[in-house]
């Protein structure tokens, strides 16, 4: 695999991924990885930073964005939160002028009630919904067929088309289906999390499959949830019968 290439894997990207596909990763994942966030890895952030410049210089870009440029500073964040507590304020007392006097203890109306028992459903997340069981044992066998090949070309080809499916037309199948192949490769193979760079690695299978799933979610914790429950499945599906697949050599 050339070192381009392997830049771009440990972004969870395709070779020729443009620089804002870049740019979206690398915050994505140098966020999750970061060592002063609580379980993150410095050996991981590391070889996140390294990729990322990697593909910077390559493309001749400048001014290569700082490590917590997303994150406000003190003294931005304090500036902030005055502005907000200032006009929670100013909200306030214009909802106690305005408002008419009523019993303390007089229930809400029904209609305002059912208002709001339907919002809470409306704003439930796609990712608590139930999985695909069904989808996510075939990706596991599909995965342990391959694998016991030791065809990794053809691992990598079907995770790429899976892939490909999923971003084209985002869907909780697609993304359980995805997911499921992907984690069960990497179980299969029982690859150094810390050293593989190829396709199953950590950082690239962690971060097309986050990529895929904030295509539906933008709440972090129910795309955790959703893929530890994925992650499960996989497992209980192997477990009757599966011993880890030594991995070949990295597809190109």
């Given at each position: 695999?050339?070192?381009?290439?392997s830049?771009?894997?440990?972004?969870g990207?395709?070779?020729?991924?443009?620089?804002?596909?870049?740019?979206?990763?690398?915050?994505?994942?140098?966020?999750?990885?970061?060592?002063?966030?609580?379980?993150?890895?410095?050996?991981?952030?590391?070889?996140?930073n390294?990729?990322y410049?990697?593909?910077?210089?390559?493309?001749?870009?400048?001014?290569?964005l700082e490590?917590n440029?997303?994150?406000?500073?003190?003294?931005?964040?304090?500036?902030?939160?005055?502005?907000?507590?200032l006009?929670l304020a100013?909200?306030?007392?214009?909802?106690?002028?305005?408002?008419?006097?009523?019993?303390p203890?007089?229930?809400?109306?029904?209609?305002?009630?059912?208002?709001?028992?339907g919002?809470?459903?409306?704003?439930?997340?796609?990712?608590?919904?139930?999985?695909?069981?069904?989808?996510?044992?075939?990706a596991?066998?599909s995965?342990?067929?391959?694998?016991?090949?030791?065809?990794?070309?053809a691992?990598?080809n079907?995770?790429?088309?899976c892939?490909?499916?999923?971003?084209?037309?985002?869907?909780?199948?697609?993304?359980?289906?995805?997911?499921?192949?992907?984690?069960?490769?990497?179980?299969?193979?029982?690859?150094?999390?810390?050293?593989?760079?190829g396709p199953f690695?950590e950082?690239?299978?962690?971060?097309?499959?986050?990529?895929?799933?904030?295509?539906?979610?933008?709440?972090?914790?129910a795309?955790?949830g959703?893929?530890?429950?994925?992650?499960?499945?996989?497992?209980?599906?192997?477990?009757?019968a599966?011993?880890?697949?030594?991995?070949?050599s990295?597809?190109?």
């Open positions: 695999m050339s070192a381009d290439a830049a771009y894997a440990a972004l990207l395709e070779p020729g991924a443009d620089s804002t596909a870049i740019e979206q990763a690398y915050k994505r994942l140098i966020k999750r990885h970061h060592p002063d966030r609580e379980g993150g890895d410095a050996a991981l952030a590391a070889d996140i390294r990729a410049e990697q593909l910077r210089a390559a493309r001749g870009l400048k001014d290569p490590l440029e997303d994150w406000p500073s003190e003294t931005a964040a304090e500036g902030r939160w005055f502005m907000f507590t006009l100013i909200v306030g007392i214009a909802i106690l002028l305005s408002q008419r006097p009523q019993s203890l007089q229930p809400a109306p029904p209609a305002l009630l059912g208002r709001s028992e919002a809470k459903r409306l704003s439930s997340d796609p990712m608590d919904q139930p999985l695909n069981v069904a989808a996510i044992a075939a596991t066998r995965a342990l067929h391959l694998s016991r090949a030791k065809d990794e070309m691992l990598a079907a995770s790429r088309d892939h490909r499916r999923l971003r084209s037309a985002p869907s909780l199948l697609d993304l359980d289906r995805c997911a499921a192949f992907d984690d069960a490769v990497v179980q299969l193979q029982d690859r150094d999390p810390l050293r593989d760079q690695g950082l690239a299978v962690t971060g097309r499959i986050w990529s895929a799933a904030s295509a539906l979610s933008e709440d972090s914790v795309i955790d959703r893929l530890d429950r994925i992650r499960l499945q996989v497992e209980l599906t192997l477990a009757p599966v011993q880890p697949v030594p991995p070949t990295a597809a190109n």
